[in-house]
C-alpha cells in the first residue's frame, strides 16, 4: 500500500520506547542513570540504545536524537560543462556552441533542489581536494544543503559531466569522468550509516558502485527511512541487476527501464513496471518521454500527462523530477499527488539555464501551480 511508503517511523517496543522517551528527557544521562529510572539491568539498556542507534533514533553520544524529516542523497556530485549548437549538429566536423559551466551530479542537483524547495537534505558523495571541488561544496553550503558528511579524495580530480545539446536545448551526447565515485566504498557506508539510519528518505544514484548500491539496499530493511533510487543512464542500471527489493520508489525512463527489466524494446509501459515490481520494486515512477507520466504503486497505475514546456537546457529535469516528489512525499502526499509537484518542477527548470533552477522555491511552486490544471490524472487498478 502507498501509504506504507511515506510512513517512516518502525514500531519500536514498549521498552525501546522507554528509554528512547528517557533520553529525549536528558540526552547526557548514562545507562547506568537510565536503567535505575527505568528498573532495569544496565546490560539491557545497552541492548535497547544499539538498536535505537541501528533504527536511527539516535546518533551517538551524547545520545542526540536524529532529526526528523531530513532526505539524505547519496550519489554523484560533478562539475557539468554544457555546450550548445547554435544550428544541427554535423558529426566528423566542428560545430559552434555557447558554452556554461554549473554544478550537477544526479545526488547532488536533487539535494540542492530539495533545500531551495524548503525540504532538509544532506549529500553524501566524494570530491577532489581541488579548486572544483572546493567550490561545489562551497556552493552547496550557501543552498543550505548539509555537506558534513562529503568525503574528499586526494587521488582523484572532481568527478565533470560534458552535455552537447542541439539548437533545441535536447541532450544529443553526455559523457561523464566519474572514476571518483568508484572510490566510495561499504566501509563508507558504514561511516555514515548514523546519518543515513536516521533519513526519512534516501535517494541513491547509481553513480555509486554496485556493492555500494547492493548494500544499502540489504542494510535498509534494518533501517527506518525509505530508499528512492535513480539508474541514471541505461548503462549504469546494470549496477541494479538482480531483485530490486529494498527500493521503495525507483525514478526511471524508458530506455532504463528496457535496459534493467530485459525485455523487448517495444514493451508497454505497464508491462515495464510490472515486471520491476515483480523483480521487488515497491513503486515505479517511470518518464515515457512526451507522454508524461506512468506510476504504479502496486495497487493502481496513474497516467499524467506532459506539460508544457518552454525548453532552455533539459539538463536536470530529471533530477527535479525527483526532488520535487520527494519533498511532497516528506510532507505525507501519496505519490501520484507527489508527482504532479515533480512534473512542475522539472518543466521550470528546463525553463532554465542551470541544472538546478536557482530560483526554485516553494513561492515558485505555488506561482505556476495553475499549470497543474492540464494534469488530468487517469488510473486503473494494476493487473
Known amino acids: 500500500m502507498l501509504e506504507a511508503l511515506v510512513s517512516h517511523k518502525d514500531k519500536l517496543s514498549e521498552q525501546e520506547q522507554a528509554v528512547l522517551d528517557r533520553i ?20 539491557t539498556v545497552a541492548t535497547y540504545i544499539a538498536q535505537l542507534t541501528r533504527k536511527g533514533y539516535i ?16 550519489g554523484g556530485a560533478t562539475i557539468d560543462r554544457k555546450y550548445r549548437s547554435v544550428q544541427m549538429l554535423q558529426e566528423g566536423t566542428s560545430n559552434p556552441v555557447t558554452s556554461r559551466r554549473s554544478f550537477g551530479g544526479v545526488a547532488r542537483n536533487v539535494a540542492e533542489t530539495l533545500a531551495r524547495l524548503g525540504a532538509p537534505s544532506s549529500l553524501i558523495s566524494a570530491v577532489g581536494d581541488d579548486e572544483n571541488g572546493r567550490s561545489l561544496v562551497k556552493h552547496l553550503q550557501s543552498s543550505g544543503v ?31 569522468d566519474m572514476e571518483i565515485m568508484n572510490t566510495i566504498t561499504v566501509d563508507d557506508l558504514q561511516r555514515v550509516w548514523p546519518t543515513l ?66 525485455v523487448d524494446a517495444a514493451a508497454s509501459p505497464s508491462t515495464l513496471a510490472a515486471t520491476l515490481q515483480a523483480r521487488g520494486a515497491g513503486a515505479v515512477v517511470l518518464t515515457v518521454g512526451s507522454d508524461g507520466l506512468l506510476i504504479a504503486d502496486g495497487t493502481h497505475e496513474t497516467a499524467l500527462p506532459s506539460l508544457k514546456a ?26 501520484a499527488d507527489a508527482c504532479r509537484t515533480g512534473m512542475l ?4 527548470t528546463i525553463e532554465s539555464e542551470e541544472s538546478v533552477n536557482t530560483a526554485m522555491s516553494p513561492e515558485l511552486i505555488e506561482r505556476h501551480s495553475h499549470r497543474l490544471a492540464s494534469l488530468t490524472k487517469i488510473r486503473k487498478k494494476a493487473s
Open 146 to 176: 548539509d555537506t558534513s558528511r562529503l568525503l574528499t579524495v586526494n587521488a582523484h580530480a572532481t568527478a565533470e559531466y560534458a552535455a552537447i545539446l542541439g539548437p533545441d536545448g535536447e541532450l544529443a551526447f553526455g559523457i561523464a
Open 59 to 74: 546518533a551517538g553520544r551524547a545520545y542526540i536524537l536524529t532529526e526528523a524529516n531530513r532526505i539524505v542523497c547519496v
Open 197 to 262: 539510519a536516521g533519513a526519512t528518505w534516501v535517494f541513491a544514484d547509481c553513480n555509486l558502485p554496485a556493492g555500494v548500491m547492493s548494500n544499502l539496499r540489504e542494510r535498509r530493511a534494518g533501517a527506518r527511512f525509505k530508499l528512492a533510487v535513480d539508474p541514471v543512464s541505461a548503462l549504469k542500471v546494470q549496477r541494479l541487476k538482480g531483485d530490486l527489493n529494498g527500493i521503495d520508489v525507483l525514478f526511471l525512463n524508458m530506455q532504463e527501464a528496457v535496459a534493467l527489466a530485459g
Open 24 to 43: 529525549g528527557a536528558d540526552p547526557f544521562a548514562g545507562q547506568q542513570e537510565i536503567a535505575d529510572s527505568l528498573g532495569l539491568a544496565r546490560p
Open 310 to 335: 518552454n525548453v532552455v537546457d533539459v539538463t536536470g529535469a530529471g533530477d527535479a523530477l525527483i526532488a520535487g516528489t520527494l519533498s511532497r512525499l516528506l510532507h505525507g502526499e501519496k505519490l
Open 345 to 348: 518542477a522539472a518543466v521550470l
